[in-house]
């Protein structure tokens, strides 16, 4: 499903099986207790939000680390853009979709996105800016026009804070890591274990090393 779907799920790393290790993202990276929140799957459907798993984990747990576009919004910043999630304290907004991604066997789901809002020559600043970092989702999937992509009300988020888009401002829309969430609910795997939506895994990764070009 991650190689089926680069732009939602850019995989930047994967386990071996039991291991609780990605040498790749962090020396001493434990992924029982590093995350600051992990958010339980069983037979498809939500269990619940926990802080470690150390009791949950499994000999044959498989672990897949995706980019997540926190990581490009230094860049944002860095570029002289203002990001109203940063500024007033509240969590980006995402949205469910009509687009579908790409199946893979029983993994199946529309693409979740994440949403900044841009006064228009500030957005077309940000495609740029952000297409340099396809690790972590890369350029927008989409710009205005919210309801082309099946999002009825830009004002209520699907998972997130709701937001606020002012006057003159575009929606610019990212592909956004929470997608396999809905990939899982379809799969429905006996147990699975992901982030909880915006608290990410932090790794020794700088940010900056991301970028091509």
């Not at 850019?10 to 790749?24: D, F, I, N, T, V």
Request: hydrophobic fraction near 40%; proline fraction near 9%; aromatic fraction near 8%.
């Amino acid at each position: 499903f991650c190689q089926r779907n680069p732009k939602p799920c850019p995989l930047l790393a994967m386990s071996e099986p039991g291991s609780r290790r990605l040498p790749e993202l962090a020396e001493d990276l434990d992924l029982r207790t590093d995350l600051p929140s992990y958010r339980v799957f069983r037979d498809g459907e939500l269990d619940g939000d926990v802080a470690c798993i150390g009791d949950l984990w499994r000999d044959d747990f498989v672990a897949f680390a995706l980019g997540c576009s926190f990581s490009f919004e230094e860049a944002l910043v860095d570029a002289g853009l203002s990001l109203r999630h940063w500024n007033d304290g509240s969590v980006v907004p995402m949205y469910l979709t009509n687009l579908e991604c790409a199946p893979a066997g029983r993994f199946r789901s529309r693409l979740v996105v994440s949403m900044r809002p841009f006064a228009p020559a500030d957005a077309i600043r940000a495609v740029q800016v952000t297409s340099r970092y396809p690790r972590v989702h890369g350029a927008p999937i989409h710009l205005g026009m919210p309801e082309r992509i099946g999002i009825d009300d830009i004002e209520r988020a699907w998972q997130g804070d709701d937001p606020v888009v002012a006057s003159g401002e575009l929606p610019v829309f990212w592909a956004c890591g929470v997608t396999p969430q809905v990939a899982l609910r379809a799969a429905r795997p006996p147990i699975a274990i992901t982030h909880t939506p915006a608290h990410m895994l932090v790794t020794d990764v700088r940010n900056a090393s991301l970028a091509v070009g």
